[in-house]
T-cell receptor
Framework: SQTIHQWPATLVQPVGSPLSLECTVE??????LYWYRQAAGRGLQLLFY??????ISSEVPQNLSASRPQDRQFILSSKKLLLSDSGFYLC???????????FGDGTRLSIL | GQQLNQSPQSMFIQEGEDVSMNCTSS?????WLWYKQDPGEGPVLLIA?????ELTSNGRLTAQFGITRKDSFLNISASIPSDVGIYFC??????????????FGKGITLSVRP
């Protein structure tokens, strides 16, 4: 069966520090991968998606970037975090054949 | 752009009651999905609908894909305390590539009084 892992589960970072959140999927190949941000008590905002290695599409202008160095690995990064980057970050995958997206357990990011 | 409308933002029901949630869109989708999110966790898929008019059940949950392809509803019967959470609807145009992206509603927070 397929599983998706995100880490860390929680992260507290100072303003201006770098960021690297990692997401990996197991049990499937060539998945579509997604990064979402969820502000407290609000819906899901799509940040990036990827249909293959090295292919990244950005949905909103922001202080973050994404990379896909391997087929089942998706990384969310920032060179300098802003206070507004705080939130709950979710990674998701699907098979790209009309099947539903499945989510990881998320990373709670707090910027001080 | 596409938007999904879920309202009200919060619902409060008594344990044992049934509850219905609607999701509407100004544009059509070819797939409708319902997710539930518990606090501090990622959303979990409840039901997926792939065909207009389709009615699908998953235990005490029933969801329908509207005939117009612009709406869907989710029913929960005989609610229990663990039904508490945020319920999101999502629409998808379908593959390939960018059309696999989901459009989410803002979610409905369900509270169940014992």
């Amino acid at each position: 069966s397929q599983t998706i892992h995100q880490w860390p589960a929680t992260l507290v970072q100072p303003v201006g520090s770098p960021l690297s959140l990692e997401c990996t999927v197991e049990g499937t190949s060539n998945p579509n991968l997604y990064w979402y941000r969820q502000a407290a008590g609000r819906g899901l905002q799509l940040l990036f998606y990827s249909v293959g290695i090295g292919q990244i599409s950005s949905e909103v202008p922001q202080n973050l970037s994404a990379s896909r160095p391997q087929d089942r690995q998706f990384i969310l990064s920032s060179k300098k975090l802003l206070l507004s980057d705080s939130g709950f970050y979710l990674c998701a995958w699907d098979r790209g054949s009309g099947q539903p997206q499945h989510f990881g357990d998320g990373t709670r990011l707090s910027i001080l | 752009g596409q938007q999904l409308n879920q309202s009200p933002q919060s619902m409060f029901i008594q344990e044992g009651e049934d509850v219905s949630m609607n999701c509407t869109s100004s544009s059509i989708f070819n797939t409708w999905l319902w997710y539930k999110q518990d606090p501090g966790e990622g959303p979990v898929l409840l039901i997926a609908l792939y065909k207009a008019g389709e009615l699908t059940s998953n235990g005490r949950l029933t969801a329908q894909f509207g005939i117009t392809r612009k709406d869907s509803f989710l029913n929960i019967s005989a609610s229990i305390p663990s039904d508490v959470g945020i319920y999101f609807c999502a629409g998808q145009l379908g593959p390939p590539g960018a059309n696999s992206k989901l459009t989410f509603g803002k979610g409905i927070t369900l509270s169940v009084r014992p």
